[in-house]
């Protein structure tokens, strides 16, 4: 095979080479931290998903080295590859800020806001969304859209007011499973996902839309109500499985297994499995082991620290990449302050992060 | 007497058989194309026209043919978008019930320039009985080894297929209608790739209007540098504009884009005045998509100007005071209109026809309407012209097709220039339900500012 070029691309003056083809999105994930922009339909392992939701929107201010012109508008990063020599802001464009802020205002207009009612808060990506790129008030004063909760199945309930349309699941569907039961009805602001007249979605793999959506629309159910994710802790663990690769994430609290999972990555999505191919699993290893004599624990996984689920985890943190220093070219940010030297309560010779437990107001005291 | 060049010959008793179309001089435009003309002399005759698309971009058809790919051994489509459903707009229906020979003879001639054995075109549901005269004149044409293998006997194969769409405006956006021509949902496709690389089934593709594919018999008959000095400018050659509204002859009229708005609305061989004897409110000049003008600013540009039907003159003043020749929808609103109801009907229609894949346009345009139908009803408050206007903006250039921008001018349009009404509607809750604002200001002389 022939060496693939490199291209150098520059994304919030951080400049990196990549190999022709690369996404932006892909290109700003590699440096990660703050300039990877938030994704909430693309999926790099489903294939032709992205640029529906607009929250990756970027500014490419310079085309390419051949053809430094700007784009004229902003474009969709995972969906855009990258040019030699193209210049890119995510977030050091007002541009981009303020589209991002329109975007996740449109993605909650019909969004219900049940989290405290809801199996995926505190690891849905429309919260963090909402919380890193939101505003804190709604200018929306209408009734918001409604659907009945439909069982696809036994397994899995569709809650389709929470909805946000990525068609991750309708990808994951098509490409996971062979027949074409699961798709979207209708257009516009009334469209939903449906099956084929709420057709029972037997197929061994159909469990893994549980995992792609961003969002509470998609459950597992036999995990409803049973927990709050950030009570329960992730454990890698695998067994052996003649139908998908075994490898999951056992989520525990005590000796208990609450839910079974595929192995996600920073970004939310299903990893590799050890034998290279995408991670996805069978519904039997997601549905059906759950008791930990069915499974071998390698131990527990690696959890990103913004995730609210580090709160009961300290082991195997990761801490995600520091960029924004480089972002402002060694500047310190203007904005951002000392908590130590404003704070009354937070002091600065107790680490939090060094406490072996969460935190308590005793620890203030000393 | 204006120049016509589609229309010509469209009321002559029986244009729609191939006897008596044939008998007029009907179908040498292919003749001299297969027969005297290379794709690339054909190519280059369009280029020459400086024909612009009719389906409401306005880009340049013989640059669009010049950027098709041409991958060895994969085949090659053209596909005329006859899907026309932007409110306002009713030309292609009119051109292909009337004269439907025009259409598949440019078809043909067309499908010959950019190597197309097999062409489509896809007419929206709702034009059933279209579908039927189409069919007739395919049926003629072949029987006349006009269509078909081996046309003329010059080896060239071509088919035309007439598929039905299934009710959507949305399908009327190439790729969506590609999409839809494919058998699938008509969600637009992310671009690039365009079509001209991967269009129908991964082949390059060209789609164009009707009206566009009309044009190029006439472009073949007289050569690209005679049509090009017909009108103005780089508004060439003669477009259909379908008139309706409140006014006196409502229609499709054929103009070479030389006359003045002013002409079109008020003389009698067009729409022939204001109906009612009522005054000029306003204007949608280019289809339901295209930026509302008040009557002051259409009849003169903002340096004073006289403004004319073309390209050029139309967008004159950029979205702050021009609008767009769009699909060519003129749509006339007299002084009993209301700015915030025909306003709050478009975005009804958006809201509607939103294809619902990317969240702007999905949850924009329904917010858009129930802010407007709140304040139409007597219910707005004075910040919701502000928010609309905001939400407009971040919708506008953030979708994936232009449907989000199509949908977002309209409103930009109405507050930009009709704010006034709006802020009545809002503060005279009770009176606006029972009158209009009427004609205030709107067609008052704007003043220009003279500089030495
Ligand atoms: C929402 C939407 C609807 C459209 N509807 C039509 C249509 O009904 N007919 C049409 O010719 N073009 C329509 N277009 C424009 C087409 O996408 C395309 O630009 C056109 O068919 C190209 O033909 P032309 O170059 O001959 O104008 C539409 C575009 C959008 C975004
Ligand atoms: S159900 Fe979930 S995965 Fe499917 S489209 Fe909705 S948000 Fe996306
Ligand atoms: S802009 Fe609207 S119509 Fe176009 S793709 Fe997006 S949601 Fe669909
Ligand atoms: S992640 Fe790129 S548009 Fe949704």
Not at chain 2, 343 to 358: D, M, P, V
């Amino acid at each position: 095979m022939s060496e693939q070029p490199l291209f150098k691309v520059t994304i919030d003056n951080i400049t990196i080479e990549v190999p022709a083809g690369t996404t932006i999105l892909e290109a700003a994930r590699k440096i990660g931290g703050e300039v990877a922009p938030p994704t909430m339909c693309y999926y790099s392992k489903l294939k032709g998903s992205g640029g529906k939701c607009r929250t990756c929107l970027v500014e490419v201010s310079k085309g390419s080295e051949k053809d430094p012109r700007p784009m004229p508008k902003l474009v969709a990063s995972c969906r855009t590859t990258i040019m030699d020599g193209m210049e890119v802001k995510n977030i050091t464009s007002p541009k981009v800020l303020d589209a991002r802020a329109g975007v996740v205002e449109f993605l909650l207009l019909n969004h219900p806001l049940d989290c405290p009612i809801c199996d995926q808060a505190g690891e849905c990506h429309l919260q963090d969304l909402s919380y890193e790129h939101g505003k804190e008030k709604t200018r929306y004063e209408f009734q918001k859209r409604v659907f009945h909760k439909v069982d696809l199945g036994d397994k899995i309930q569709l809650h389709m007011t929470r909805c946000i349309l990525c068609y991750r699941c309708v990808f994951t569907a098509d490409q996971l499973t062979t027949n074409r039961e699961h798709g979207i009805l209708d257009r516009g602001d009334h469209s939903q996902i449906a099956t084929f007249i709420q057709k029972n979605l037997q197929n061994d793999f159909i469990g893994n839309v549980i995992d792609v959506c961003p969002v509470g629309a998609l459950t597992d159910k036999t995990f409803r109500f049973k927990n709050r994710v950030w009570f329960t802790k992730p454990v890698d663990a695998h067994r052996d499985c003649d139908k998908c690769c075994g490898e999951v994430q056992l989520w525990m609290r005590g000796d208990e297994v609450y839910r079974v999972t595929a192995r996600k990555d920073e970004w939310g999505e299903v990893k590799e499995s050890s034998k290279g191919s995408t991670g996805w699993i069978c519904n039997e290893c997601r549905f059906d082991k759950k008791k930990v004599s069915d499974w071998i624990i390698e131990g527990p996984s690696n959890i990103n620290r913004h995730s609210v689920i580090s709160q009961g985890h300290y082991v195997g943190l990761k801490k995600p990449n520091e960029t924004l220093s480089k972002v402002m070219q060694g500047r310190d940010p203007k904005l951002l302050m000392n908590i130590h030297e404003v704070s009354e309560v937070n002091k600065e010779n107790i680490q939090l992060s060094l406490l072996e437990r969460p935190a308590h107001s005793n620890d203030f005291n000393q | 007497m204006a120049v016509k060049l589609l229309l010509e010959k469209a009321h002559i008793e029986g244009i729609r058989s191939y006897e008596v179309y044939r008998r007029e001089g009907g179908y040498r435009s292919v003749e001299k194309a297969l027969k005297t003309m290379s794709p690339e002399n054909i190519v280059d005759e369009v280029k020459k026209s400086g024909l612009r698309g009719r389906g409401g971009a306005g880009f340049p058809a013989g640059m669009k043919w010049s950027f098709i790919a041409k991958p060895e051994g994969v085949p090659r489509h053209l596909v005329c978008n006859a899907d026309e459903s932007e409110p306002g707009t009713f030309k292609d229906r009119y051109l292909m019930e009337n004269i439907p020979h025009l259409l598949i003879e440019g078809l043909i001639v067309s499908s010959f320039a950019l190597g197309s054995n097999d062409t489509y075109i896809y007419i929206r549901g709702e034009y059933a009985w279209i579908v039927d005269i189409l069919e007739t004149a395919i049926n003629e044409a072949k029987a006349n080894g006009f269509v078909g293998n081996n046309i003329l006997g010059t080896g060239f194969n071509c088919n035309i297929h007439v598929q039905r769409g299934a009710g959507a405006y949305i399908c009327g956006e190439e790729t969506a209608l590609i999409e839809s021509l494919e058998g699938k949902r008509g969600n637009p496709r992310l671009k690039p790739p365009f079509p001209a690389v991967k269009g129908l089934w991964e082949r390059p593709t060209v789609v164009n209007n009707v009206e566009t594919l009309s044009a190029i018999v006439p472009i073949i008959n007289m050569g690209g540098e005679e049509y090009a000095k017909i009108g103005v400018g780089r508004s060439t050659g003669t477009k259909l504009i379908s008139a309706c509204g409140n006014i006196n002859q409502p229609g499709v009229y054929e103009i070479d884009m030389t006359i003045s708005v002013e002409e079109f609305i008020y003389s009698d061989e067009y729409c022939g005045g204001i109906a009612n004897g009522k005054r000029l409110k306003a204007c949608i000049p280019g289809g339901s998509s295209v930026p509302i003008l008040p009557a002051n600013l259409l009849l003169k540009t903002a340096k004073g100007e006289t403004r004319y039907m073309n390209y050029e003159s139309l967008s004159d003043g950029g979205f702050a005071t021009g609008s767009m020749m769009g699909s060519g929808g003129f749509i006339v609103l007299d002084e009993d209109q209301c700015i915030v109801k025909n306003t709050l009907t478009l975005a009804r229609f958006y809201r509607h026809e939103s294809c619902g894949q990317c969240s702007p346009c999905r949850e924009g345009t329904g917010w858009m309407e129930k802010i407007l139908h709140n304040i139409e009803y007597g219910k707005g408050k004075i910040s919701d012209i502000d928010l609309l206007w905001d939400i407009q903006s971040k919708i506008e250039g953030n979708t994936i097709c232009p449907l989000g921008d199509a949908a977002a001018w309209p409103v930009a349009a109405a507050i930009r220039h009709f704010r006034d009404e709006f802020a009545w509607h809002v503060n005279h809750p009770d009176e606006s339900q029972k009158r209009n604002f009427g004609l205030a200001h709107y067609a008052d002389p704007i003043y220009v500012p003279v500089t030495a």
